[in-house]
């Protein structure tokens, strides 16, 4: 049998190999809910415009509310044969009543009604996405508050570098979840316009109002070019590229807790919660989450590289190629809803282990350049000339097998003698770490202001 959707000059079924390659039910079922708001908002349109009588308009949207309540009380029957989210919706809506249903597709294609269904479902992903970011970023900020003056090794190359306080590196992640917050917010603000009414390319020769369309599903303005609104699917790219950027940022953290909690540097501990045991080796407690979280981060960033193929070289306006814009996003964005659920549980629950951070920050002459600092301002040595004062005493003290804060007086002012004890005062960590209070710098009374002012702001937001 042909369909009975569009099979008018058709005489025969499709073979079940096109059925296959051509059905899209199993992902754009995910878009019921916005496929009925649209179709909703379109009868509505179409009663006030004259274009349909109010009365098929009213058991149009009754049929809709119908089918809404079918679809999540698990009770409706998608078919293949439907092809997919929209031809099942009208085809049910026909069950339901009658001959009305079919002016509901009066001045509509599915290509104008996908790119409208799509950019509502990827602008709610949106508000998703971003609420779980400000949870994130809230759970850094209440940790980085508690751990503002705990000392830790700062690394860079993965050497010591200098010391850092614990709540600073965690701030550093909450700036960037910011970032990541504003690229969203700026492809929401760029999504948010109505294609509905395009048609299937070129507009509608009826007297529609699409301004109230766009009223009806919140969109903030009508997409001027009907061929550009059936073919447009940058919106889903710059979704796609901030979740790429966002996965990309959670991804470093998580390599960091995977380092960080190997007995290797024993820097946190994770809770039980988030690890898990080895079938063979009783000792173990495995940071899986976290390594899936930078796993994830493959297919998240597979979802953009994906669908940027799909499009480029697409001619206008709608091909079938573009159904292919969905499968990889609604899967991406689920990927990284579920890791930043992982990775706020994760920083809610870990602990560090200060007295090891405090040691560890202390490995590696990591006061090395409070030193050359020291030579700068008390001597009033140029800077370069210090730092190599500064290298020498460092080879003096590994020389030694001594910590620069152990190296006697006397083996210093062999290399300087203008060298006073007064000097000790820079090279521990904690004075180390103090003195850095410069604005962005790692002091902890720094630490402590952002955290403040984050929470502050995260309150405020939501
Ligand atoms: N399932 C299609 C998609 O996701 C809907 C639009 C189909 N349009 C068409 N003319 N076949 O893109």
Sequence with gaps: MSNKMWGGRFGSGPDPIMEDINVSIDVDRHLYRQDIAASKAHAAMLAKQGIIPAQDAKQIAHGLDTILSEIESGKFAFKRALEDIHMNVESRLAELIGPAAGRLHTARSRNDQVATDFRLWVRDAIDEIDAALAAYQRALAEKALAHAATVMPGFTHLQPAQPVTFGHHLLAYVEMAARDRGRFADARGRLNENP?????????????????????????????????????????????????????????????????????????RLSDKFTTGSSMMPQKRNPDAAELVRA???????????????????????????????????????????????????????????????????????????????????????????????????????????????????????????????????????????????????????????????????????
Excluded at 252 to 266: K, N
Excluded at 415 to 420: D, L, N, V
Aim: glycine share 8%; hydrophobic share 50%; net charge positive.
């Design 196 to 268: 509905l009414g395009a048609g299937a390319l070129a507009g509608t020769s009826f007297a529609i109002d699409r301004a109230m369309t766009a009223k009806a599903l919140g969109f903030a303005r009508v997409m001027a070019n009907s061929l550009d609104a059936v073919a447009a699917r940058d919106f889903v790219l710059e979704t796609l590229a901030a979740c790429a950027i966002t996965a990309a940022h959670l991804s470093r953290f998580a390599e960091e807790i995977v380092i960080w909690s190997s007995p290797l540097t024993g820097l946190i």
């Design 296 to 462: 994830k981060t493959g297919r998240i960033i597979g979802a953009l590289v994906g669908l940027l193929t799909v499009i480029k070289g697409l001619p206008l306006a709608y091909q079938k190629d573009l159904q292919e814009d969905k499968e990889g996003a609604i899967d991406a964005i689920a990927a990284l809803n579920l890791s930043l659920a992982a990775m706020t549980g994760m920083v809610r629950d870990m602990e560090p282990d200060a007295a090891r951070m405090q040691e560890a920050a202390g490995e590696g002459y990591s006061t090395a350049t409070d030193l050359a600092d020291w030579l700068t301002r008390a001597l009033k040595v140029p800077f370069r000339e210090a730092h190599h004062i500064a290298g020498r005493i460092v080879a003096k003290a590994a020389e030694a097998n001594v910590p620069l804060d152990k190296l006697p007086l006397p083996l210093m002012q062999a290399i300087e003698p203008r060298i006073t004890k007064a000097v000790f005062g820079v090279l521990s960590v904690a004075n180390s770490v103090k003195s850095r209070s410069a604005y962005g710098g790692t002091a902890p009374s720094n630490v402590r202001a952002q955290a403040k002012r984050w929470l502050k702001r995260l309150e405020k937001k939501q």
